[in-house]
């Protein structure tokens, strides 16, 4: 019998038979009810940490958001020499059946639920239950804004209150079959809980980048507000994490230190939220590291044009290095070292500055602007005296830094939809197969992910909210 994948009331995605009559009577998938699900302190504290458990699964962080975006980019290709995996992305050509659309609906919903349950627990608040309250809020609406940016338009405030984004799902029912939001609803949401989160956050102790705190709240808000282009709001939540969180950028001499550390950061040296995964618990041959390395599937490798952009002296460089491939040269990219011992970087330091630097650019203060700027790019590349631009160059030398700097972590395909430009990927060296649009427009309607087939088969609320051209 045919199984699908649907949300179940406001709660959360279940797996389910394609039986219309029983799919109602599931229960969540705890198997026990919201009021008795989460009984003390230290059930909520174990519930949160299944919040970060969660997200790390291979359909979520623990590969395809940051993989995708960068195949769909012009950063990475597939190399013509490969496993089958994710040909459709380097194609554009994926449809509501694509398996991996359907994960990722699935796997954040999952994820969403767990973090409901924490936010909507009756534990009474003090210190620790306020913090994981908070880190589950966080958690909340960093879910919800790739969710938003993947499976529905870029916001802009013209269209924003029309256009559909995805279901909000905030607490337990379990006879609604939701409708789409709209994008409008669901950044307000997203802004909702990262305030709320906020003044409930501290910092665990000890120390472990591996949890949420309010600078990555704040961190977060910045980068929503940057979507949103509301620029005033980007910069002083960017502003407040670079002068108030205690966070220290790396050095040309201790980047590469710093991304062949397999472990979770404790001394507040760039990484602002990171995922950790060990020998116990890693995502093995799903890994993002497995798909980079060649020692693994090693399908994906940095495009000879991205390449191209580094000068010899910039540190960023040697996270790229020569090998042959298919009888090719190629650029293999270095970031992950590891598929055992592992971090996936969610928030950084240097996506802050960089966040201020646009944020300063686009509202007219041009010279605070280039001097965020100018503390990543002189950084990375110590023979470089820095730029002094203006104008829209000043904001092309951004985005550039911005291509340079987040590479590899899911960060230029969305920088290319929020701005509508066209993906251009430039083909040398053969880097590109045949069926690879070198073209990928700003007006295909591909841009955006189609609702999973499973979702609009199980919900006929949604159903007729496919998104066009699917």
């Known amino acids: 019998m045919k199984r699908t994948l649907y949300i179940l009331s406001l709660a959360t995605v279940v797996m389910a038979t ?20 989460i009984q ?37 290709y597939i190399s013509t020499t490969n496993s089958n995996r994710f040909l459709e992305y380097s194609a554009v050509n994926y449809t ?40 589950a809020l966080t958690l909340r609406a960093l879910l919800y804004f790739d969710l938003v940016k993947q499976f529905a338009k870029t916001y802009t405030a013209a269209s924003a209150s029309t256009d559909l984004g995805v279901p909000l799902v905030l607490t337990y029912d379990p006879t609604l079959k939701p409708v ?28 472990s980048a591996g949890y949420v705190n309010k600078n ?39 980047h590469a230190a710093y991304w062949s550390l397999g472990t979770l950061r404790t001394d507040k040296l760039e990484s602002l939220f990171e995922l950790g995964f060990d020998p116990t618990g890693n995502a093995g041959l799903e890994s993002l590291p497995y798909f980079f390395l060649q020692s693994g599937y090693g399908d994906a490798l940095a495009a000879d044009a991205f390449f191209n952009t580094f000068s010899t002296t910039d540190t960023r460089r040697a996270l790229m290095v020569d090998a042959v491939r298919g009888s090719k040269n190629v650029k293999v990219i270095n970031k992950y070292p590891s598929n055992i011992n592992y971090t996936i970087k969610i928030v950084r330091l240097s996506e802050v500055y960089l966040i201020a630097a646009e944020a300063a650019y686009q509202t007219g203060a041009t010279a605070q602007a280039l001097v965020y700027l100018n503390q990543i790019a002189t950084r990375r590349d110590p023979a470089f005296a820095g730029y002094a631009s203006a104008g829209p160059q000043l904001l092309e030398d951004i985005l550039t830094e911005r291509r340079k700097e987040l590479a590899f972590e899911g960060h230029r395909y969305w920088d290319l939809q929020r701005y509508n430009r066209d993906v251009v990927r430039v083909n040398i060296n053969s880097n590109y197969a045949s069926n690879v649009p070198l073209l990928f427009a700003k007006d295909n309607f591909r841009r955006i992910l189609p609702i999973p087939q499973g979702e609009t088969d199980a919900n006929p609320n949604i159903k007729p909210q496919q998104n066009p051209g699917y």
């Open 18 to 37: 394609g039986c219309k009559k029983s799919y109602l009577e599931l229960k969540p998938y705890d198997q026990v009810a919201l009021d008795i699900a």
């Open 40 to 76: 003390t302190e230290g059930d909520m504290q174990a519930a949160t940490n299944g919040i970060y458990s969660a997200m790390r699964n291979s359909s979520l962080y623990g590969r395809d958001v940051q993989l995708r975006a960068d195949v769909l980019g012009d950063n990475a």
């Open 96 to 135: 509501p059946v694509t398996a991996s659309v359907g994960t990722t609906w699935n796997a954040a919903y999952s994820a969403i639920l767990r973090a409901n349950n924490v936010i909507n627990s009756s534990i009474a608040a003090n210190t620790n239950t306020n913090q994981y309250r908070g880190e």
């Open 180 to 207: 789409r939001s709209t994008v409008q609803q669901v950044y307000d949401q997203v802004e909702k809980d990262l305030l709320a989160a906020i003044p409930l956050l501290t910092d665990r102790v000890p120390y």
């Open 216 to 254: 990555t709240a704040k961190a977060l808000l910045a980068r929503m507000y940057e979507f949103k282009a509301d620029w005033a709001k980007a910069l002083t939540n960017a502003q407040d994490v670079i002068n108030n969180g205690g966070y220290t950028l790396t050095s040309a001499s201790n």
